[in-house]
Every structure is written in structure tokens, then in C-alpha cells.
Nanobody, 115 residues
Framework: QVQLVESGGGLVQPGGSLRLSCAAS????????MGWYRQAPGKQREWVAS???????NYADSVKGRFTITRDNAKNTVYLQMNSLKFEDTAVYYC?????????WGQGTQVTVSS
């Protein structure tokens, strides 16, 4: 079972940037689509972005044009570059596969956008 460890969150002002990382304990080469998800207080977890092994990407409308997802299979790591952050991006961010049975969810990394 692959374990996922997210990092890179923090407190940032509106308009700021953060780069999140998700390190997997095992190879992600066989996982065609990896994604980032987030859960804001009082809300359900939602999908944010996904990337295939062929580096095709897809984004939720709310983050399109501001977030960029990438993956480095050699490092078993998935990244999320977040720019032009907004108050509504405040959430705990998680990574996981997009199709098939999810791996156990990691602890996530908290992103707080506040002035």
C-alpha cells in the first residue's frame, strides 16, 4: 500500500503563491492519473487537479489558470504550484490517485489564505 505525505502548505496573503508536494512511499509509475484534492472547513473534499503519466492535466474551474499540477515519477512525487491565491483556496490539500481504489489518505497540508 502506497503511503502519501503532503507538504508545502502555510499561511499566505491573497495573491501569493505556494508549491505543494506529495511524496509517495512507492512507485507511482503504474498510476496513470494522480490528483490533488482539498477540503475546506465544513465542506466535502473536492477534486482540484489531475495529471496523467503523459503529462496531460485537468483542473477544476475554480483553479484553472492559477494552479499547475506536475509529477516526477522518478521521485514518486506530485506537485501543485498555486499562484494568485484567494481566500476561498483555504483548505487542507491532499493528493491521491484519481481512478481506482484510493490509497489511504495522508494527513494533508494546510493552506490558509488570509490578510
Amino acid at each position: 500500500q502506497v503511503q502519501l505525505v503532503e507538504s508545502g502548505g502555510g499561511l499566505v496573503q491573497p495573491g501569493g503563491s505556494l508549491r505543494l508536494s506529495c511524496a509517495a512511499s512507492g512507485s507511482i509509475v503504474s498510476i496513470n492519473v494522480m490528483g490533488w484534492y482539498r477540503q475546506a472547513p465544513g465542506k466535502q473534499r473536492e477534486w482540484v487537479a489531475s495529471v496523467t503519466n503523459g503529462r496531460s492535466t485537468n483542473y477544476a474551474d475554480s483553479v484553472k489558470g492559477r494552479f499547475t499540477i506536475t509529477r516526477d515519477n522518478a521521485k514518486n512525487t506530485v506537485y501543485l504550484q498555486m499562484n494568485s491565491l484567494k481566500f476561498e483556496d483555504t483548505a487542507v490539500y491532499y493528493c491521491n490517485r484519481v481512478y481506482g481504489n484510493w490509497f489511504d489518505w495522508g494527513q494533508g497540508t494546510q493552506v490558509t489564505v488570509s490578510s
